[in-house]
């Protein structure tokens, strides 16, 4: 509706319907992923810039089925005992905001982090298909795309409910709060899977460091929700011979408030897309206000013309991403750089192999996962009996003979 609402009237503020590009970062990023996807959309607008979101992530859409179970358990929560729809909303429309709000947290199937409540559904409608689908197939607007990412994209949410984690001291983080962490980030995995994820993300010479084990969760929220999920996006859509720009945005602002361990958190990119440096009173940097300046020039250019190419930049072209290539561009306070297949290893582990895992261990007979449970604990004892045959072995009475 906002989108054929400017189609209508853009021509009033001195803008062009056949000019209009969309833009937005997190959820609004997906979103903005779901108008390129949604045949509904694609006539009113003709770029797009996603920022650290995509629709294709594990967060940003349900199943009608799931939809309908969690719009009637936060019926139960709040009194509202119907079955039938129409009578469900009805009751649930009745209810004051804050009551709603209160319980809505209530009805995820699982304890996670970064994950909602109440999120887009794929009704058969505006989206015919899921996202990763119509990827898959094809199924969206041919345009230019600019993305990226931010350096940082987990820790911002570890510090609201993963143990361990806080913004008033160092987050260093016990083995235990590690492997806890890791069932809140990837809520969906069964045993088998969370322990490819410790596997995957553990660094087995230093297992108990602390501050590996901080780092590694941001790796994971970050990995598993925003990066891979939005270079995914960016693969799909240039295996179809469309413009892609992506970038990684690494400059943490020398006035921000957040912890040193938290780096450049989701969503700190925004403030220069957006100017606040050249405000005086805000005490940024000249180099932060000229990347500012820089940024701004750059998503400009690429709602006017379909690339960020700044000339101003002496030279160094925007490179598009490729699917063989997979080059991005840094933006931080140093001169426009270009680096190359942006997580690439890990995102294989997020996008090849985890799917298939959870496709095939999901189906294994109770049988087997308890032959498995035995297996790891006789290898547990046989571990134990060989520690105290080479103790006995290191006795003097036993050297004696």
């Not at 294709?56 to 009194?79: D, H």
């Not at 510090?159 to 361990?164: F, H, K, L, N, S």
């Not at 500012?292 to 160094?316: C, I």
């Not at 297996?375 to 045959?389: E, R, T, V």
Request: glycine fraction near 6%.
């Amino acid at each position: 509706l906002a989108l054929q609402w400017i189609q209508n009237n853009i021509q009033y503020f001195g803008g062009n319907p056949k000019t209009v590009t969309i833009f937005g970062e997190s959820a609004g990023a997906a979103s903005v992923g779901m108008h390129l996807l949604s045949s509904q959309s694609r006539s009113l607008f003709q770029r797009a810039i996603l920022q650290s979101g995509a629709p294709n992530g594990p967060w940003a859409t349900i199943t009608p089925a799931e939809s309908r179970r969690r719009a009637t358990l936060l019926g139960k929560r709040v009194g509202c005992h119907f079955t039938n729809d129409s009578e469900l909303v009805s009751c649930l429309r009745s209810k004051p905001p804050q009551e709603l709000i209160d319980e809505e947290w209530s009805v995820l199937p699982y304890k996670s982090i970064f994950r909602f409540s109440f999120v887009p559904v794929i009704d058969g409608d505006f989206f015919p298909d899921t996202p990763e689908a119509m990827l898959s197939t094809g199924n969206f607007k041919e345009t230019q795309v600019l993305l990226g990412v931010v350096k940082d994209e987990g820790t911002y949410f570890l510090i609201y409910g993963v143990p361990g984690f806080s913004k008033d001291n160092e987050s260093l983080i016990s083995r235990e709060d590690f492997l806890e962490g890791v069932r809140l980030g990837v809520p969906h995995a069964n045993d088998i899977a969370a322990e490819a994820v410790v596997l995957q993300y553990t660094d087995w010479r230093d297992e108990d460091n602390r501050v590996k084990n901080r780092e590694a969760m941001d790796d994971i929220v970050g990995d598993h929700n925003v990066i891979c999920p939005v270079m995914h996006f960016a693969t799909r859509y240039a295996e179809r011979g469309n413009k892609v720009y992506a970038y990684l945005f690494d400059h943490r602002a020398s006035n921000l408030i957040w912890p040193l361990w938290m780096g450049v958190p989701h969503g700190y990119e925004i403030e220069f897309v957006f100017g606040l440096p050249l405000n005086d009173s805000l005490n940024y940097t000249a180099q932060e206000k000229e990347l500012s300046r820089r940024m701004m020039r750059y998503w400009v250019n690429f709602a006017r013309t379909g690339s960020p190419t700044d000339p101003a930049d002496k030279g160094s072209a925007w490179p598009t991403y490729t699917p063989s290539k997979q080059e991005y561009v840094k933006l931080n306070t140093q001169p426009l750089a270009t680096d190359r297949s942006l997580r690439a290893q890990i995102c294989a582990f997020w996008n090849r192999f985890l799917p298939k895992l959870l496709n095939v261990t999901d189906n294994i007979e109770e049988a087997e996962r308890q032959w498995k449970l035995e297996f790891h604990l006789w290898s547990a004892y046989m571990m134990h009996w060989k520690n105290q045959f080479d103790h006995y072995n290191k006795q003097d009475r036993c050297s004696e003979l």
